[in-house]
């Protein structure tokens, strides 16, 4: 774009729709651009001029809708003549109008969508409260959790369910052969059994209901809807009948296995789309003619455009974000170089980031603003740190957002009343220049940005900073080594430039790529300013820069092709047969999607296919869209090599899914022309800019080490082939690229390419200021403390990504059961990854129980999880690796997973009566499971096969497969840390990553008794008690004593000796709890480490519940008595009524039979259950069906339960009244009421059936939990005296049910026809 072009549209053209405009409305900025004819000349040969324009998305004061102000302005542009706001816009000169937006977005984070009711099996009406169980921030006191989306639920009294289950080593001994009536094959392939269908008379009485409440719009989703279409295909028109506007069908709109997420797609879009027609219909009214005679597109989430009617709220999630993806893999990415792309987006609000190699990546279940969406969606991460996002000093750190100053008041700078940004930091150190930023500010929209302001509050801040105010520990003191506020403004941009790194890192390392190996591709209002610096902390040496960066989402609309998706769902086992029928189905859905785009308008040449199939490993979640052509299965394993690191050659593969992406395109796009353009490009070097005709202004920029004479240059005057050699600042109209020292930019006719050159000032200078640290041990820089608080927890989450990813169990790869972390060279805890709580604490206990016992090497891998060495319980085996160096200790990094099955007297070694250690599995107090880089197998095979074995009623591990295969996934977690702790200290040199991993300790420290000595005065008293019981009435009793500098003691004394069961826990357990809770009361950004428990001294009593002797039982002791703890030091400190108390363990299974002599193979299961949440202080009330405290593990969908395993799942639903009244009452618990189809064990391992959880300072108690065995009774068996066991006949009169309560922990083997209901305990009220 040249901004001296001032064409217009030709005389010949007018009137005549040839103007093209892409719209992208974003947070905070909406961007125009507008493409049309005109007439070459000499100076300009181009037919073409493209019009850009840039406006806030909200200012009332002058038009009432960005998007068609912005149309407005550009056919101003086109034409030259005036188009008056307060009438309808000429239509006559549009071409077309493509168009992302964010009010779909914007409705979902702001709940303000359209009134709509949710339509649900029945016993599931608490589905989207529940979820998955699992909490969004583990250190959130008051676990904050978004609202529904519905007003209303209906329940209609329905029901299927599947034939057979993939578990089962016989299958077809389940399926069905015969005509049966009541079961029919599903769109899957998979048999379905109707169990019930509705009274239809029924139904629209209760959907009548629902009309006449006033509410229009509804969302339907039944169990397994996915493949059994029937039951919402009769909902549906029955509403449709009654008049209901919207109505979405979970069946037509996400096709896919997972009820959870199904529902809440489909109630997202009854939310979003009614809001979503209006907007358009509004929209369309600003236009003279609507859009009668021009095509309007809107973007998608998945990248592609499709025509305004078509356009819903589900897929409008991402439209904005999506836009610049396409633009700039179409302007920045060449086939024939496979260079892959990382794109980086920062504006306003947010930063996203996402990677091109060559196909637009895919994710088909996210989450956003609470509500999890199934639907097609380019992989974008964001982060929170723009632009706009707020800067703060806290706990000694400098931490950048998540809070943003949005667009109102915006940042200081904007002469709004705005807070420190960013923007304000790029200001004040010279990257940004208000004589060149458009002057739009102020009462009248004239003035420039406002750097005084700007300089008075980071004044303010550096005052703050120097002092340590925030601190309260002296050894974090700054004094004699104050900052300067240019100093304290880069060290925010390097916390936000770290920030925004690690999603990157995501995005690539974490998937197998080399993030090294790929270029950037910036653009957005504030990536310009950010690009060197973001590529250089991530070993990226090129960064592509679009002449239009700041509107590339608009560009990228521009580029965009039409896109619609048939997907139909599948539950075929791979093999060659199979894949001839795949094909068959295929075809038939890219007929479907042909038929559609040819609807259009497209011709069938200007249509291409993309055909898909969604394969998974059977006994996994972790299903890939592989894409068609060629061997479909060769394929599969090796994106799973890529993406997991491991093939499973012995496991079947079941495809899910079927899909196939038509795009329609009405240009062909040409990729990757700048490549092309730069091999042939004539280089000229600007060894002076002065003399250039794109020299503005010589300016003085801050970077590391001081100002730096920076050139400022105008993009627009800059020819191709000009090389611009940094510090230099481009200008364009709505942008601003920095080209920092030792990079220097290449000019294209449409790009900015900056390629990082050697080292030279500006490395210098960061090596003096580090240098200068290292000699400064003592003295604290907050930068670096920020910077490397960062990186510490970096290493750690991606230790915790390769894991996940590395790992085969559903309880480490789907329940996410792990924790990862770092320590130092003695021991103590450095950073913990937020994974499991109830892990926080206690590994430290492991690694210095190592450090004292076994003489360690390089090489070397520990396994261990006995009790008495740091463990917790027995399945839950850690495995510690040492750092060395020049034959020394430096480091220590850990993993923890959580083992399906490790042996003992029951599978999933979870029993819930065992006495003795040994009856819980294999146990470990320490052993090299590598020994100098030697994996020893034979060793590892002995621990967990042969010595559990020779104990009486006990077994060896009944999976060794899955358990070996998960402890090498560890090995590599470890692996991993150690890979990137070695990458760190050889950017900043051992000492100093050293001395911060003390120095950030004591920032915990000093957190950590500022609250205590909160805590204190706000008691009047630093004498703190409490006191709970476990059902076997056992104590656990507290007295906490805080000192005036902020020490305490929390002594367990009095608490009760160990008990002949399992809810013993071990000490690091009681460590665990403490650190946790003292985590959760700070209420701010802290990382969790050693520091925590520094100002703490534990007294525990010797053989007491909790310090068992070394035989003890403990299964029990870390999921239940853990909770018990956490509730006791709560209450103690005054914060929370007691939650639920327990995790509610349900395990069931069958073992290994033989039959004929054919072995076949046993299964297991294991699940923990949400409960109640306590009311609080500082909350209103308690969450209903949530896990608290020391676990966070999801849940399985009740879809994959049925498909997976032969039971049916009847009731999950909150459990009404059983959470404790108060000021602030108590959570509600969950009932979840399972049916088994096959006889099997089933344990039960569950706390608070006969003591319930208190209530605080005048709170009522919640209700205990109760577990209840639904037994069927045979005719035979049954007679009068059944009744003293409430038996009741049932519908069909031969049978009767006996309930039987289980108590609290219990093993029972139930017959066909049996239902296991748990209801778990609700949480305590909090006040009168």
Known sequence: MDPTDNRLLPGACDGKHQVRISVDRGGTFTDCVGVFPVEPSTTNPSSERTAVVKLLSEDPAHYPDAPREGIRRILEIATGRPHPRDAPLDTSNIESIRMGTTVATNALLERKGEPCALVVTHGFQDLLKIGNQARPRIFDLSISKPEVLYQQVVQIDERVTLVGYAMDPRPSAHQQ?????????????????????????????QLQQVYDSGIRSIAVCLMHAYTFTAHEDKVGDIASSIGFTHITLSSRLSPMIKIVPRAHSATADAYLTPGIRRYVDGFASGFDAGFRDIRVDFMQSDGGLTPVDHFSGLRAILSGPAAGVVGYSVTSYCASRQVPLVGFDMGGTSTDVSRFGGEFEHVFETTTAGVTIQAPQLDINTVAAGGGSRLFFRNGLMVVGPESAGAFPGPACYRNGG?????????????????????????????????????????????EINGGASTGNKSLDTAGQEKSVEEIALGFLQVANETMCRPIRTLTEARGHDVQKHALACFGGAGGQHACAVAANLGIRRVFVHRLASVLSAVGLGLSEVVHEEQSPSAAVWSTAANQALSVRLDELSTAARKKLASQGFSDSQIRLQKYLNMRYDGTDTALMVPCGGDCLARFESMHQQEFGFVLKDRRIIVDDLRVRAVGSLAEAKLGQVYDELDVLPRRRLQDPQVHPAFVDSVS?????GYRKTA???????????????????????????????????????????????????????????????????????????VLANRFMSIAEQMGRTLEKTSVSTNIKERLDFSCALFDQHGNLVANAPHIPVHLGSMSH??????????????????????????????????????????????????????ADIGGILPGSMPPNSRELFQEGASSMGMKIVDGGEFQEANV???????????????????????????????????????????????????MVQEYMGHIQDTAEAAVRALLKETRKRHGTGQLKGHDFMDDGSKINLCVDIGDDGSAQFDFTGTSPEVYGNTNAPPSVTHSAIIYCLRCMVQSDLPLNQGCLAPVKVVIPEYSLLSPSPNAAVVGGNVLTSQRLCDVILMAFGIAAASQGCMNNLTFGIPAIEEDGVRYEGWGYYETIAGGHGGGRDWPRGQDGVHTNMTNTKITDPEILERRYPVILHQFSLREGSGGAGKHPGGNGCIRDIEFLEGMSVSLLTERRAFPPPGLNGGGSAACGLNLWKRRLCSSESNAADTQHAAELDKTGAARTQVLNLGGKNTVFVNPGDHIVVMTPGGGGYGK
């Open 177 to 205: 052969t015969g005509g049966s009536s009541d079961v029919v094959v599903g769109r899957s392939g998979e048999q379905v059994r109707v169990l019930k269908t509705p009274d239809w008379e029924c139904v629209r009485k």
């Open 846 to 899: 492991a690694v210095k129980f190592q450090l004292q016992r076994i003489n360690l090497r390089e090489g070397d891998v520990i396994l261990v999880n006995h009790p008495q060495a740091g463990g917790t319980h027995l399945p839950d085996i850690t495995l510690i690796s040492p750092v060395f160096r020049e034959g020394r200790i430096i480091f220590f990094v850990a993993s923890r997973g959580h083992h």
């Open 941 to 991: 095979r002995h621990m967990l096969v042969d010595e559990p074995a020779q104990y009486p009623g006990c077994s060896g591990t009944r999976n060794y497969r899955d358990v070996l295969s998960d402890l090498k996934a560890q090995i590599a977690a470890n692996h991993r840390g150690i890979a990137l702790l070695s990458q760190l200290c050889a950017e900043y040199g051992l000492e």
């Open 419 to 463: 807070p420190l940004c960013i923007t304000d930091a790029n200001l004040l150190l010279g990257r940004l220049r208000a004589e060149h930023f458009p002057h739009i500010f102020g009462p009248n929209e004239n003035q420039p940005l406002d750097i005084d302001t700007t300089r008075s509050l980071f004044a303010e801040l550096a005052n």
């Open 701 to 705: 920029v801050y970077f590391q080490g």
């Open 712 to 786: 400022v240059l105008k993009l627009g005057a800059l020819q191709p082939g000009d090389v611009v050699l940094g510090p230099t600042i481009v200008l364009d109209r709505n942008s601003t690229v920095l080209v920092e020292p030792d990079w220097e930019a290449t000019v294209t006719s449409s790009q900015l390419v900056l390629d990082r050159v050697s080292a030279t000032a500006g490395a210098a200078a960061a090596a003096a200021q580090t240098d200068s640290i290292r000699r400064s041990p003592t003295k604290v820089d907050p930068i670096y403390l920020s």
